[in-house]
């Protein structure tokens, strides 16, 4: 690591940190059912949330006017004390979200000013420039998801917004590694195919996630290894869609099986990766890398099985959602130590 590089590495790993603050504050909000309370997007306004009661009433009955309160929250005793809650989390979420962006830009521009980004690198944080911008337009485009006829928002908008999330911590995380160790060095190129193998399949495993969260499909089928009445796969999974291809992108319980069947093939994968490097030669990094995979894998398996098991309590949700945030680290870790 060259001792030019501290400023830049310590920036991108500060917005890691930060990135990983907004999943789980994100996760909080989802869960809560809070990501809708604040019903209009101001870029600047909107960090100073209602500070009186008049613009707390004026915040509630805006509220009011969208498909969620009416739907839903009309037919409830929902006072103006929830309200605040659930509102709570949405403004911190955004907050932090702008405290991002500020975080990220701001430096960005000093660095170029200074001469202190190669091209190298400063393609590569153009590129992260590009997705966290990416990242702000989804969140504004999966909330308006949820203004229009719908209580909920997209799930499919839902799983955009946090995809991209993580892998614009994944890509800044893989910048940061490449300034760390800088020096080129010879690969496995069949282990590395099989690292990225298993990085693709785990993102899809992360967008099943957000399926899963979209459509509240953890709430139902509590049960394992096996799904309701004992049933390796419910027959509700090919009857709440048509056509069947449906029930697994869009149906509560299809969703949910594939899921279920995605956590094997990780840890399948996972397995894999750890048997076929007990055969190689390996540095320090990559035997780390590989030992944070299998002990994380295993975790976040136990972390899922729970979530199903008592019904996604809101602490266990987010647990599971910072384990898969976690394995993605090391997985990015993992597959940099064995690249170029």
């Keep these: 690591m060259k001792k030019d590089n501290n400023k830049v590495i310590y920036w991108l790993l500060t917005g890691c940190t930060l990135i990983f603050i907004m999943v789980i504050v994100g996760g909080i909000t989802r869960l809560t059912h809070s990501g809708l309370s604040m019903s209009n997007y101001k870029l600047i306004s909107g960090v100073i949330p209602p500070t009186n009661e008049a613009e707390w009433l004026a915040a509630w009955n805006l509220y009011k006017q969208y498909p969620e309160y009416q739907k839903i929250r009309a037919q409830t005793n929902f006072t103006l004390q ?7 989390w949405e403004w911190i979420h955004r907050v932090i979200g702008r405290l991002i962006g500020l975080v990220f830009l701001i430096p960005f521009l000093y660095f170029i000013l200074t001469k202190q980004l190669s091209s190298a690198t400063l393609k590569k944080a153009t590129i992260l420039l590009i997705l966290g911008s990416m990242q702000g337009f989804l969140g504004w485009y999966m909330v308006k998801s949820g203004l229009i006829d719908n209580p909920d928002v997209s799930h499919y908008r839902l799983a955009a917004h946090l995809t991209t999330a993580f892998i614009t911590f994944a890509y800044t995380f893989w910048v940061a590694l490449d300034l760390i160790y800088p020096n080129k060095k010879t690969i496995n190129t069949k282990f590395r195919a099989l690292v990225r193998l298993a990085l693709v399949i785990l993102l899809l495993q992360i967008i099943y996630g957000a399926f899963v969260a979209g459509l509240d499909a953890g709430f139902i089928h509590n049960h394992w290894p096996l799904m309701n009445d004992g049933k390796f796969m419910h027959e509700t999974v090919y009857i709440e869609q048509n056509p069947v291809y449906k029930n697994f992108i869009e149906g509560k319980s299809g969703v949910q099986f594939v899921h279920r069947i995605l956590a094997y093939v990780v840890v399948f994968m996972i ?39 008592l019904g996604v ?12 945030f976690l394995l993605l680290s090391f997985m990015t870790f993992t597959l940099h130590r064995f690249s170029k």
């Design 313 to 324: 309590p809101v602490w266990l949700g987010i647990a599971h959602q910072v384990g898969a």
């Design 271 to 309: 397995g894999m990766l750890w048997y076929t490097s007990k055969k190689m030669s390996l540095t320090l990094q990559q035997t780390q890398g590989i030992r944070f995979l299998v002990v994380m894998v295993a975790l976040q398996f136990v972390l899922g099985v729970l979530t199903i098991v």
């Design 82 to 88: 929830d309200f605040k809650a659930i509102y709570f």
